[in-house]
């Protein structure tokens, strides 16, 4: 049993990777779902516990940009004994701009909140309490899956 984080931008491709690679064996969970009414974070908190106590695998399709955001959701996950997997999505600011004036409805946010969501985006780390990491780029055709390097180990692109 899995606790997926996707972390990254607006328009960085999650909710598309979550529905095409993990939609037939995890729970989906997303704010956006949830809608905007009060205490969504609280709601979101109950979908979680609820799959995670059923045994059933979950991931939470948000932007999570900061190691506060994430926090409660690996306690959470520690709780009910499920491993912590989170997928860092490569965030170009200007290529999530332009996917996301592509969506319509709903779907579509105001570009303030991608310049407000870059600017406290934070690289995962394992220390948070991750057991495993990746980092995931959009490319022709899908997305392109890889292992995760922590800042500063040999080997890193800058």
Aim: proline share 4%.
């Amino acid at each position: 049993m899995n606790l997926v984080i996707l972390i990254g931008l607006q328009g960085s491709g999650k909710s598309t990777f979550a529905r095409t690679r993990l939609a037939e064996t995890h729970v989906h969970v997303s704010r956006d779902l949830i809608g905007h009414r009060k205490n969504t974070g609280k709601r979101q908190q109950e979908l979680i516990e609820a799959a995670l106590r059923a045994g059933k695998s979950v991931v939470v399709d948000n932007t999570n940009p900061t190691a506060a955001d994430r926090q409660p959701l690996i306690a959470l996950a520690r709780t009910h004994g499920a491993r912590v997997v989170g997928c860092y999505f490569e965030s170009n600011l200007q290529e999530c701009l332009a996917r996301n004036r592509a969506r319509e409805g709903t779907g579509r946010v105001p570009d303030v909140a991608l310049h407000a969501t870059i600017k406290k985006l934070e690289r995962p780390s394992l220390r948070e309490g991750f057991d495993e990491l990746s980092h995931v780029r959009i490319v022709e055709g899908g997305f392109e899956v890889t292992p995760w390097v922590e800042e500063g180990e040999a080997g890193e692109a800058p």
